[in-house]
C-alpha cells in the first residue's frame, strides 16, 4: 500500500480518562489509528520499546511521574513526540524544547497542527483542517 494511503499510527499516553477519550477521537477524526492508549508509566515504557507507531503524544505528568523516560526512548528510535501537558513549553526540560507541546486544553484545530508540526506535514495533508 502507497505511504499516502496508510493510517498513521498515533501512541497515546494520558492518565486522565476524560482527556484519553478526547485524544482517541481526535486521532480517529484525522484519519489515524491509536496506539493506546495508555495511562500507566511503565505500560507507555513498554510501548515506547516494542509498538509500532510514527508519533507519539505524552502527558508531561503521569500521576506524579515524568514521561520524560519514555520520550527518551521514543526519540531514540527516531519517533517524534508531541507533549501535552497543563505546564506549556515552559514546563518542558530543555533537551525537550524542540518538541511540539500541546497546552491543555487544546482543540482538534491544535492537535492536528501538533501532528502535522512533529511529522513534517501540513496539518490539512492529515486531518483534512
Known amino acids: 500500500m502507497p505511504t499516502s ?18 485524544l482517541e477521537d481526535m486521532v480517529l477524526d484525522c484519519g489515524a489509528e491509536i496506539v493506546g492508549p ?8 513498554e510501548l515506547a520499546h516494542k509498538a509500532e507507531f510514527e508519533v507519539a503524544v505524552l502527558d508531561l505528568n503521569l500521576n506524579g511521574t515524568l514521561s520524560y523516560p519514555i520520550a527518551e526512548v521514543i526519540r531514540e528510535r527516531g519517533i517524534p513526540v508531541i507533549f501535552a501537558t497543563g505546564y506549556g513549553t515552559d514546563g518542558l526540560l530543555d533537551r525537550f524544547s524542540d518538541c511540539p507541546t500541546l497546552q491543555k486544553p487544546f482543540s482538534q484545530q491544535d492537535f492536528a497542527e501538533a501532528v502535522a508540526a512533529a511529522c513534517h506535514q501540513d496539518a490539512a495533508d492529515r486531518c483534512g483542517s
Open 38 to 45: 495508555v495511562a500507566k508509566f511503565a505500560d507507555a515504557l
Open 5 to 22: 494511503e496508510r493510517k498513521r499510527h498515533i501512541l497515546v499516553v494520558e492518565d486522565e480518562a476524560m482527556i484519553s477519550m478526547l
